[in-house]
């Protein structure tokens, strides 16, 4: 491995760890790279230059020994994994921090449910609750306060949109309103991104940390969601035991602020406890992506027994639509997950797979969805999900000409994942088009 991969992959290390902003890394770089210029010139070479410069960096000791934990079988372990354990992540300021913003969260949805009509709750859901996921990693990534007026700027231009427009306030009927809703979450969840990467939003490092986190991130809510509904439903058990009818506390109380609050406490697990989800991720990765693979090709059989893409159940295709969605997220976590100086082994041609069944049932789909619209014409649900698939069909066709290239040895594993980085902003402006555009097109119904 050569000088800068190891500094790559020393950085990038580095820039994980919650209290380390950007600007810091980039200092604590410039410094090493003296260091190792030193060393150099006093006769070591470049591996032995690095190893000593970070044994050097002082207060980064137990990093360094984190570090060798998880590159054990390298000179780390031997060089710098010390006899002493690190302490614990993550200071009592920041539990009790994390801890506020996760009460905030769960006592504006009470207030909310409590004094605002349902249909209003409603619409709001996306600046409800994570604009305080979004203030808490602003905090322990101390952005500077003119990024943060953007992005509260940002989310509140969001929510004037879904309360000033003239939607039907069910979601019984029109498309428009939850079509706007779910993708003004989309749009709330990248301003998250930009306080997640400290501002640094143009980094195509930090991109792909904030891909890695929203990973682990749906991991703990998960995990979160388990305990909390097992917890929940032993409650209610009690609760029916004694006679008594759980529905007002458990379901007006509980859940909603438990969900809330549990937005802003699974950031804090992915922030404290990333040595055990990153050594979790590859694991949820390779065992996924097999799996995934065979769904696509049912899927490939579902449709091809048919035979008739015009008359395509319109259920089937929205659910494909959303396996779809969720396939793109397995394949970005998988990338992100993916050690980038790993040599290239039968996991990558397992990814190449899925990949290519992915695209060819995207293809699939959208030639189905253009027939549909040809034949019965437009609508909003339609022309949304339409565009989603191109902007999907877009990043597969290049991911998969890159990732043959990586396992053909004429690209770089850099290359690939730089290529999803770059398209994110792609994904974030068809969300602001369908929240802007979609509604007074289609007459807000």
């Known amino acids: 491995m050569g000088l800068e991969e190891q500094i790559a992959e020393w950085r990038g290390f580095v820039g994980r760890r919650p209290a380390i902003a950007a600007e810091d890394v980039d200092e604590m770089e410039a410094h090493l790279r003296d260091q190792v210029a030193d060393l150099g010139r006093a006769g070591l070479s470049d591996d032995e230059a690095f190893l000593v410069s970070v044994k050097r960096m002082g207060s980064l000791d137990a990093l360094s020994r984190e570090f060798a934990r998880e590159h054990s079988e390298r000179l780390w372990k031997q060089l710098v994994l010390g006899g002493s354990d690190a302490g614990p992540k993550g200071s009592r300021r920041d539990i009790v921090v994390m801890l506020g913003f996760a009460v905030a969260a769960a006592v504006v949805v009470r207030l909310a449910l409590a004094l605002l009509p349902d249909a209003w709750v409603l619409r709001n859901v996306p600046v409800l609750v994570l604009p305080f996921l979004g203030g808490y990693l602003a905090w322990i990534r101390r952005i500077s306060r003119s990024v943060l007026l953007v992005l509260i700027g940002a989310v509140a231009a969001v929510a004037l949109l879904l309360d000033l427009y003239p939607f039907d306030d069910a979601f019984d009927g029109g498309m428009t309103l939850p079509l706007a809703v779910a993708h003004a979450v989309v749009l709330v969840w990248f ?255």
């Open 191 to 445: 301003a998250v991104g930009v306080a997640y990467a400290g501002g640094a939003w143009c980094s195509d490092r930090r991109r792909m940390d904030f891909v890695r986190f929203t990973g682990e991130w749906v991991v703990y809510m998960a995990l979160l969601a388990l305990g909390g509904g097992a917890l929940v439903g032993l409650a209610a058990a009690m609760f029916n035991a004694i006679g008594t009818d759980p529905e007002t506390v458990l379901g007006e109380w509980v859940l909603p602020m438990g969900a809330a609050g549990a937005t802003v406490v699974a950031a804090w697990l992915v922030e404290a406890k990333q040595s055990v989800i990153e050594n979790m991720a590859p694991v949820l990765t390779r065992v996924f992506s097999p799996l995934t693979v065979l769904l696509l090709l049912a899927v490939l059989g579902a449709f091809v027994a048919d035979g008739r893409l015009v008359h395509a159940d319109r259920t089937l295709l929205i659910v494909t639509a959303l396996v779809l969605v969720l396939v793109l997220g397995l394949w970005l976590f998988a990338v992100s997950a993916r050690e980038p100086t790993a040599p290239v082994g039968l996991f990558d041609w397992i990814l190449l797979v899925l990949l290519v069944c992915t695209l060819a049932v995207d293809a699939v789909v959208l030639a189905a969805m253009l027939s549909r619209i040809t034949e019965f014409g437009a609508s909003a649900n339609k022309v949304t999900a339409l565009g989603l698939n191109i902007v999907m069909l877009g990043n597969l066709i290049w991911s998969t000409r890159l990732a043959v290239g990586f396992l053909r040895g004429t690209r770089t594993f850099a290359e690939l994942e730089r290529w999803q980085t770059d398209y994110l902003p792609v994904y974030a402006a068809w969300a602001a088009f369908v929240v802007v555009a979609i509604p007074p097109i289609f007459g807000f119904a």
